[in-house]
């Protein structure tokens, strides 16, 4: 089994900054890439960022130079620091592994529940 963790959602004001951990735990061999989503009621859930195993990075232009992806391989863990939050940032932000299990040793996503990160004016 395993289990995907995300933290570090809450409430912060407009340029403030918050920092998501996203940590897998459970029967995991090795892990591919992490990436984190968004989804904001009413819209489609959108990548936000996504790093690889040699530690190459993505960003969309809405977040590029505000939001940072990193990983820790060896506590099976990733954050994401977004700096300069506005309102549209307002989502639920999800944690996406590419993992291969122990068991089976099958590679597969596995999703976290979400936390949310709410932006006020």
């Known amino acids: 089994q395993v289990q995907v963790v995300e933290s570090g959602g809450g409430l912060v004001q407009i340029g403030g900054s918050l920092r998501l951990s996203c940590a897998a735990y459970?029967?995991?061999?090795?892990?591919?890439?992490w990436t984190w989503y968004r989804q904001a009621p009413g819209r489609q859930r959108e990548l936000v960022a996504g790093i690889g195993s040699g530690g190459t990075t993505n960003y969309p232009d809405s977040v590029k130079g505000r939001f940072t992806i990193s990983r820790d391989n060896a506590k099976k863990a990733a954050y994401l620091q977004m700096t300069n939050l506005n309102p549209e940032d307002t989502a639920v932000y999800y944690c996406n592994i590419s993992l291969r299990d122990s068991i089976l040793y099958q590679w597969q996503d596995y999703w976290g529940q979400g936390t949310q990160v709410t932006v006020s004016s």
């Open positions: 459970g029967s995991v061999f090795g892990i591919r890439t």
